[in-house]
């Protein structure tokens, strides 16, 4: 009988230690030199397995003993009531423990990254902790009240103006596409750090993304890198490609029955390949790929940009200031410069639309300089993620802490660039970190006004094991934490998380450099508080946020 438990025992114990929860799924990517380590695993691994067959037949042979001396004694074959007992006890036990180690994986895996309190020190020399770092709590109010309470103000005034132009421009470019190509511009959407409250430094940005849809009888076809069967290449996650349907391609594309010559607009075919039939495999599409149906987005951005300069040319008289692209290589990239000397950058995205959801698939993103194939979409969730924000607001504690807390992360994160140069590190990893955090922290009451130095400690605590780990999820994609009345589609919900520090993983330099950016940022960040708190001089605010 003793046998037997310990047997049970054993089974527990192998299960729960080979249980995936023990082992880290990220970063197991080993590099190119360690073929050496990957000979003494591959041989541990036959050693192992040597190991298991030698135990299998050893119980196999204590079995069969076992079976011999209890024909000899068949006075003591049955086991007792008791005994039978004790059995179906400890197999109950083992059935629980299976179970709850299964159901507490995903629980487990979610908060790891919050509940271990020792963070773990970056490579390098002179690394500094996050949670040991000096901030006064006096210098963060005064840097609050003084600068980013001010700031605030002067952003609600510079939305109000783009909302205004954005209104107007995106008129005009649908007169523009109404008399040329019938294509269809929806109203925008305001979406990013100034829609969003936490703009801490200039230029003063607005992000808006513009969807648009095709004339009849096109249609989009989604190709999800989540959904079964993805073409999507594995490296591009959050991705999709798009392909622009014909309902009547089965009689024939609509440009092969019109008259030659008839301004008819074709999105797979372009004017000069109706023209001249011989050469149609030469000419590219109007919104597509060449020889493709897939929605390229060099074209959606070329056709977007010559929209735009149109459209800005009808209306430019109404208006006393100067407009002109802020990059060339950007579809809506729009640089706005008063007499005064002040600007403001305005980004009209171009976006598709995916079905009736709050997803959208857009032409780049402002802050992305990577390159990626043309005809691969970025998915954006900031629609949700505004949401999510205005969520907390209302939950959390009167005046609450966490736009103050990813303003100052944002603010160090700008400053030490000008310092130190770019990094791969981006606002966007900021306000992921954030959001992370309000999604794990249970109660509310944490992130009140007088908290700010401790919630900033944590931010850059989990930025700073996020990028050890070089891991960190997107937090509306296979997240099940969230709210429900957030409404994120169940197929992002349920898909397997998007981490994205995965650059990390694949480019050492890149990596090194970014880790030598935050720990800049974090030995710099109290001078850098101190320097660009407003002083006061005669009554008088004086700040060089700005410089």
């Known amino acids: 009988m003793s046998s037997a438990i310990a047997r049970v025992c ?87 423990v299976f179970l709850a180690v299964e159901v507490s994986r995903v629980d487990l895996a979610n908060v790891e990254t919050w509940t271990i309190e020792d963070e773990e020190m970056y490579p390098g020399n002179g690394s500094i902790g996050a949670r040991t770092l000096a901030i006064d709590k006096g210098l963060l ?26 209104d107007n421009l995106l008129e005009s470019m649908r007169n523009v596409c109404n008399a040329e190509t019938r294509m269809e511009l929806g109203d925008f959407l305001g979406v990013g750090s100034m829609f969003e409250s936490w703009k801490a430094h200039k230029p003063l940005t607005c992000d808006l993304i513009v969807p648009f ?13 989540c959904s079964p069967a993805s073409r999507v290449p594995p490296d591009l996650q959050g991705f999709a490609a798009i392909e ?26 372009s004017k000069t390949a109706r023209l001249e039939e011989a050469e149609r495999s030469e000419e590219d ?22 929209s ?61 300089t990577s390159s990626t194939p043309d005809t691969y979409w970025p998915m954006s969730l900031a629609v949700y993620e505004r949401n999510l924000l205005k969520h907390f607001t ?29 990094s791969a590190l981006t606002d966007y990893h900021l306000k992921t970190v954030v959001l992370h955090l309000l999604v794990l922290r249970r109660q509310p009451s944490s992130w009140g006004g007088g908290f700010l130095d401790q919630r900033l400690r944590d931010a850059l605590a989990f930025l700073q094991r996020s990028l050890t780990e070089k891991r960190l999820h997107h937090v509306l994609i296979g997240n099940r934490h969230l709210p429900g009345e957030l409404g994120v589609p169940e197929v992002f919900r349920t898909a397997e ?51």
């Not at 622009?244 to 075919?269: I, P, R, T, Y």
């Not at 981490?499 to 940022?521: G, P």
Request: one cysteine or more; glycine letters at 4%.
């Open 10 to 96: 054993l089974v527990v114990a192998a299960a729960i230690l080979n249980h995936p929860l023990f082992f880290s799924q990220e970063n197991a990517t080993l590099p190119e030199q360690d073929e050496e380590l990957l000979t003494r695993m591959r041989l541990h691994e036959e050693q192992m397995r040597t190991h298991e067959e030698r135990l299998v037949r050893e119980q196999s042979m204590l079995e069969e003993e076992e079976r011999s001396r209890l024909e000899s004694q068949p006075q003591q074959s049955e086991e007792s009531p008791d005994e039978a007992y004790v059995w179906y006890f400890w197999s109950a036990v083992s059935l629980v």
């Open 141 to 166: 109010r005064q840097f609050c009240d003084r600068c980013l309470h001010t700031l605030s103000h002067e952003n609600w005034r510079v939305q109000e103006f783009v909302e205004g132009l954005a």
């Open 213 to 225: 849809t095709l004339p009849a009888p096109y249609s989009f076809q989604y190709h999800l890198w």
């Open 244 to 269: 622009v349907n014909n309902k009547n391609l089965g009689a024939g594309c609509v440009c092969e029955s019109v008259v030659v010559g008839e301004d008819v607009l074709c999105l797979l075919h």
């Open 285 to 306: 599409g109007l919104l597509c790929s060449r020889d493709t149906s897939s929605l390229s987005k060099d074209q959606v951005m070329r056709w977007f940009q010559f």
């Open 308 to 368: 735009v300069s149109k459209a800005w040319g009808r209306i430019a008289h109404k208006y006393d200031f100067e407009l002109a692209f802020h990059q060339l290589d950007t579809a809506g990239a729009l640089k706005v410069r008063f007499r005064s000397g002040k600007v403001i950058v305005l980004n009209l995205i171009p976006a598709v639309q995916l079905d009736d959801t709050e997803a959208y698939f857009v032409s780049h993103f402002p802050s992305d």
């Open 394 to 422: 209302r939950t959390l504690p009167q005046n609450p802490c966490h736009l103050h807390c990813l303003q100052i992360l944002t603010f160090l994160h700008k400053k030490q660039t000008g310092l130190t140069g770019e």
């Open 497 to 547: 998380p998007v981490n994205l520090f995965r650059v990390f993983v694949l480019q050492r330099a890149l990596y090194v450099d970014t880790v030598r950016h935050l720990e800049e940022m974090l030995r710099n960040a109290p001078a850098l508080l101190q320097e660009y708190t407003p002083h006061l001089l005669n009554g008088v605010a004086r700040s060089s946020l700005d410089n």
